[in-house]
């Protein structure tokens, strides 16, 4: 890739206002931090294999448990 600037980037930019720009400064922040603790796990099972059946839970578990806290999250609409 080129390193030239586009034009897109040698225009000026639309400065955000400070809450919004704490906001994606957060959502940033919460972005890096779920990468790293994939990423972790990821280098556990690549260092010690992975996990017994036993101690695992099953996907349909899972899904059910987030379909459930989505539900709750969200308001029935009458």
């Known amino acids: 890739m080129?390193?030239?600037?586009?034009?897109?980037?040698t225009a000026p930019r639309?400065?955000?206002?400070?809450a919004a720009a704490d906001a994606v400064r957060?959502?940033?922040a919460k972005t890096r931090a779920?990468?790293?603790?994939?990423?972790?796990?990821l280098e556990d099972i690549a260092t010690n294999g992975l996990?017994?059946?036993?101690?695992?839970?099953?996907w349909e578990e899972l899904r059910e448990a987030h379909l459930a806290r989505l539900?709750?999250?969200?308001?029935?609409?009458a």
Not at 34 to 41: K, L, T
Not at 51 to 58: G, H, L, Q, S
């Open 2 to 9: 080129s390193e030239q600037p586009t034009p897109a980037d």
């Open 14 to 18: 639309q400065q955000l206002e400070p």
């Open 26 to 28: 957060a959502y940033a």
């Open 34 to 41: 779920d990468a790293d603790r994939f990423a972790a796990v």
């Open 51 to 58: 996990p017994a059946v036993e101690d695992c839970t099953p």
């Open 71 to 77: 539900a709750a999250e969200r308001p029935a609409v």
